[in-house]
């Protein structure tokens, strides 16, 4: 127990320690049973006298208790503020390796000197390309050369590729049409490929004799080269 009232015997009236502090001298100080009992001040609820060195003990204590708690209650530490955690730098998508003679790792050099892709080497200086990197002059031309070498055949084969495409300009290039097939739709106002896209493809099929899939297939073709 942290500490005890003194009383008095009753046939001498001489001071000793009691068992604990009366009610009444808690409820002098001011203190309830439930702070009594939680700052461990011993409790005699048989006792009736009451005391005032016995009071003033008490709101010492108190105060030395509060005192205490004061001292010992250190403010709250501010929580860190997480640090981001650290991205990686997003890769570059490049092309390069697409390149004959050209490896991951000289991939990874030429981007490294701002070269990203097949287009930026082929429109470079081999004399800048060994002054950005630690590649020889010689090589440089090479790998110049063959990155010009495959945008020209990449350009080709998009020409080729787009000659193949169907160049439908009037109603007689049309796939599977016969003279007889444009001859029906001109006699029935369709002379124009815009025409054809107008009127109702079972209607036509109907009125020409036409199988409707294909004139499906027709308008299908004319939507396509509208998007193109």
Avoid: C
Avoid at 21 to 37: G, T, V
Avoid at 82 to 87: G, L, N, Q, S, V
Avoid at 215 to 222: A, P, Q, S
């Amino acid at each position: 127990m942290a500490f005890r009232p003194e009383i008095r015997t009753p046939q001498s009236g001489e001071p000793r320690r009691g068992r604990g502090f009366s009610l009444e001298e808690l409820k002098a100080a001011k203190i309830s049973l439930a702070d009594a009992r939680w700052m461990a001040i011993p409790i005699d609820s048989r006792r009736k006298s009451h005391h005032a060195e016995n009071v003033k003990s008490l709101q010492d204590y108190v105060k030395r208790i509060k005192k205490l708690g004061k001292e010992t209650r250190k403010p709250k530490a501010k929580p860190k503020a997480e640090k981001p955690a650290p991205t990686k730098p997003k890769a570059i998508e490049t092309n390069l390796t697409e390149l004959s003679g050209v490896t991951k790792k000289t991939a990874e050099t030429l981007v490294a000197a701002g070269i990203a892709n097949i287009h930026d080497l082929s429109t470079t200086s081999p004399r800048r390309l060994a002054r950005r990197t630690d590649i020889k002059r010689d090589r440089a031309e090479r790998l110049i050369e063959t990155a010009k070498r495959y945008e020209r055949e990449k350009s080709k084969a998009a020409r080729e590729e787009k000659a193949k495409e169907p160049q439908i300009k009037e109603l007689k290039h049309l796939p599977e049409i016969t003279r007889d097939d444009v001859r029906n739709l001109q006699d029935l106002g369709v002379k124009k490929l815009d025409d054809l896209k107008a009127e109702n493809p079972r209607d036509l099929s109907l009125l020409t004799g036409i199988p409707e899939t294909r004139i499906k297939e027709w308008r299908k073709i004319l939507r396509a080269l509208d998007k193109a």
